[in-house]
C-alpha cells in the first residue's frame, strides 16, 4: 500500500509540475504586461513636491496643538504648477482660520485668502504657468475674529 501512495503522490506532483510550467509563459507575460503599464503610469504621473505645515501665532494663551496649520504639495503637469493642501483649525474656538496665498508673475504679486472653522481642502488650486514668469508661491496661516490676527510668518511652498 505505502508503494501506490507513493507512486500516486509522484504522478500528482509531477502533473501539477508539467501545468505549472505550461501556464508559466501566459502568466509570466501576464506579469510583464501588468509591470510595464504600472511603470508607464508612474512616468506619467508628476512628482510631488511637499511644503509645510505652515502654522499660525499663538493667541490668547493657546498651546502649540491647538493652532491653525496648512500643508500641503505642488506639482508640475503640462506646464504648470498646481498647489494642493488642507488648512486644519485645531482649536475650534469658533474664531476662524484663514490661509493665505502669495504668488509672483510677470503681471506683478497676487494674494488670495480662504477661511474656515473646521477643515478645508484645496485641490488644484493655481495652474500657474512659468511662460507667465511665475517663480514664487508663499502660504500663511492666521486665527481668530478677523483675517490678520494670530498670522505666522510667510512660509515659501515654491
Same mark, same amino acid.
Given at each position: 500500500?505505502?508503494? =501506490?501512495? *507513493?507512486?500516486?503522490?509522484? *504522478?500528482?506532483?509531477?502533473?501539477?509540475?508539467?501545468?505549472?510550467?505550461?501556464?508559466?509563459?501566459?502568466?509570466?507575460?501576464?506579469?510583464?504586461?501588468?509591470?510595464?503599464?504600472?511603470?508607464?503610469?508612474?512616468?506619467?504621473?508628476?512628482?510631488?513636491?511637499?511644503?509645510?505645515?505652515?502654522?499660525?501665532? +499663538?493667541?490668547?494663551?493657546?498651546?502649540?496643538?491647538?493652532?491653525?496649520?496648512?500643508?500641503? @504639495?505642488?506639482?508640475?503637469?503640462?506646464?504648470?504648477?498646481?498647489?494642493?493642501? %488642507?488648512?486644519? %483649525?485645531?482649536?475650534?474656538?469658533?474664531?476662524?482660520? +484663514?490661509?493665505? !496665498?502669495?504668488?509672483?508673475?510677470?503681471?506683478?504679486?497676487?494674494?488670495? @485668502? +480662504?477661511?474656515?472653522?473646521?477643515?478645508?481642502?484645496?485641490?488644484?488650486?493655481?495652474?500657474?504657468?512659468?511662460?507667465?514668469?511665475?517663480? %514664487?508661491?508663499? =502660504?500663511?496661516?492666521?486665527?481668530?475674529?478677523?483675517? !490678520?490676527?494670530?498670522?505666522?510668518?510667510?512660509?515659501?511652498?515654491?
Amino acid at each position: 500500500m505505502s508503494k =501506490i501512495r *507513493t507512486a500516486l503522490v509522484g *504522478t500528482a506532483l509531477a502533473g501539477a509540475l508539467a501545468a505549472g510550467l505550461a501556464a508559466t509563459p501566459a502568466q509570466a507575460a501576464t506579469v510583464t504586461a501588468t509591470a510595464d503599464s504600472s511603470a508607464a503610469q508612474q512616468a506619467q504621473a508628476p512628482k510631488k513636491h511637499f511644503f509645510g505645515p505652515y502654522y499660525s501665532k +499663538y493667541g490668547k494663551g493657546e498651546s502649540f496643538g491647538k493652532r491653525s496649520y496648512f500643508k500641503g @504639495y505642488w506639482y508640475k503637469k503640462d506646464g504648470r504648477y498646481w498647489f494642493f493642501g %488642507d488648512l486644519v %483649525d485645531r482649536d475650534r474656538d469658533n474664531d476662524y482660520s +484663514y490661509v493665505w !496665498f502669495r504668488w509672483h508673475d510677470k503681471f506683478g504679486h497676487h494674494t488670495k @485668502y +480662504y477661511k474656515t472653522k473646521g477643515f478645508r481642502h484645496f485641490d488644484k488650486f493655481g495652474g500657474f504657468k512659468k511662460s507667465n514668469g511665475f517663480d %514664487d508661491f508663499k =502660504i500663511r496661516v492666521c486665527e481668530g475674529d478677523s483675517r !490678520f490676527d494670530d498670522c505666522g510668518n510667510w512660509g515659501d511652498a515654491f
